[in-house]
């Protein structure tokens, strides 16, 4: 098959390059925004096209030829939809819509929309299904529920062969520092306070970068059309408990954490239930204890990847959002 993979400079786009890559030809669309590098595809083959999901002409010149779509592209942190929402409602509604017209005028077989479990909202016991309601809290999340609907219209309407893939909170290596999990892992490494949102209770189920990364490539190629499946880590955390691990991980102690402002709208929990994708054949291979050790690793051990963040645009965006110059 020849993939068009969208957003795969980022984090989770660039696992997936990786796996999809040893089977598939792969052209990867990305606009290279703050969160995009080049160098996240290092050893990946493949052929890149620079430019936005929601500009036409981009989108048609990577897409021709492809037998299939696989859509990361997205601004995927919640504070600074918060923020500022205009670049979400930008790439999730408007470029999700760009991609799904051209996958139709093109004949593309197949459309993959890589979505998130907050398009169901918070859940205090139990775990959401794929027909739990579609219930955002944030900007982001409630444009990332936009793009879903927009992909099952295309189903409904014009009989698209799409399918959604609803991930847990991904971690692992090259995850933009903004992130809970380098961010204070990056913080610790320094010695720097790490700072943890209201009372630290609120619950994340931890999924793998590369678990997820399968079970999109599984879904992909076995999902049936029209359906979503989510994909949920096998460990839920308190933020408060992986500050705590991260701080063993690092040999730093506890006087470190700073409780602060609290998000606003913060999501308490989130769980899945990932049945449906079990019953095609996926697993998590990683749980939390070995996927966080092995990330923590890695940011200990890759310093030319997140220098260059640490003194750029990463900088201006800690200091806005955490009211204090990185570092102090
Ligand atoms: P990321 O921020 O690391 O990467 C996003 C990538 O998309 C970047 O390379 C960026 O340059 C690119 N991009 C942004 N706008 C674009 C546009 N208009 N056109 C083309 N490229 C554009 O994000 P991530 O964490 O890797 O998330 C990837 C996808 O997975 C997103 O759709 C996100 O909603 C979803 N998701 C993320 C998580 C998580 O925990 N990070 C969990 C579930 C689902
Ligand atoms: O659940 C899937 C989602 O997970 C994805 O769709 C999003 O793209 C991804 O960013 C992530 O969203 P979260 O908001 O859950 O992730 P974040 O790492 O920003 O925060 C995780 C938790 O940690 C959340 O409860 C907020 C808290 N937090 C975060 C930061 C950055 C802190 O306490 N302090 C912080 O400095």
């Not at 068009?4 to 999809?20: K, Q």
């Not at 794929?130 to 955002?136: G, Q």
């Not at 959604?164 to 692992?172: F, P, V, W």
Request: one cysteine or more; glycine letters at 10%.
């Amino acid at each position: 098959m020849k993939l068009l993979v969208t957003g795969a400079a980022g984090f989770i786009g660039s696992a997936y390059a990786r796996l999809a890559a040893a089977e598939h030809e792969i052209t990867v669309l990305d606009k290279l925004t703050y969160a995009g590098r080049r160098e996240n595809l290092d050893g990946v083959e493949h052929s890149f096209v620079h430019g936005s999901i929601a500009d036409p002409g981009a989108v048609r010149e990577a897409m021709e030829g492809c037998d299939a779509v696989v859509n990361f592209a997205a601004e995927s942190h919640v504070d600074r939809s918060i923020a500022g929402q205009d670049p979400f409602v930008q790439t999730h509604v408007i470029g999700t819509g760009v991609l799904l017209d051209a996958v139709r005028e093109l004949g593309v077989g197949r459309y993959l929309q890589v979505s998130t479990d907050e398009v169901y909202g918070s859940i205090d016991d139990g775990s959401f299904t794929e027909s739990s309601p579609l219930d955002p809290s944030s900007p982001y999340s409630a444009t990332k529920a936009a793009g879903d609907l927009l992909v099952s219209s295309h189903v409904h309407t014009h009989g698209l062969e799409a399918v959604i893939c609803r991930g847990s909170n991904n971690y692992g290596p090259r995850q933009y520092p903004e992130k809970l999990i380098p961010l204070i892992t990056l913080n610790a490494l320094h010695g720097d306070p790490l700072p943890v949102y209201g009372d630290g209770r609120q619950v994340r189920n931890w999924l793998f970068v590369e678990d997820f990364a399968r079970a999109i490539h599984l879904v992909l190629q076995k999902g049936e059309p029209g359906a979503a499946y989510n994909v949920g880590g096998p460990d839920e955390c308190e933020n408060i408990e992986v500050v705590r691990r991260v701080l063993e991980l690092t040999g730093r102690e506890e006087s470190l954490i700073e409780h602060v402002a609290d998000r606003l709208g913060h999501d308490r929990r989130y769980s899945l239930s990932s049945d449906r994708v079990r019953a095609l054949g996926w697993e998590a291979r990683v749980q939390f204890a070995e996927g966080l050790e092995r990330t923590v690793s890695w940011y200990r051990d890759n310093e030319p990847w997140w220098g260059p963040i640490r003194s750029g645009e990463y900088r201006e965006w800690y200091e806005r959002q955490y009211g204090r110059p990185l570092g102090e």
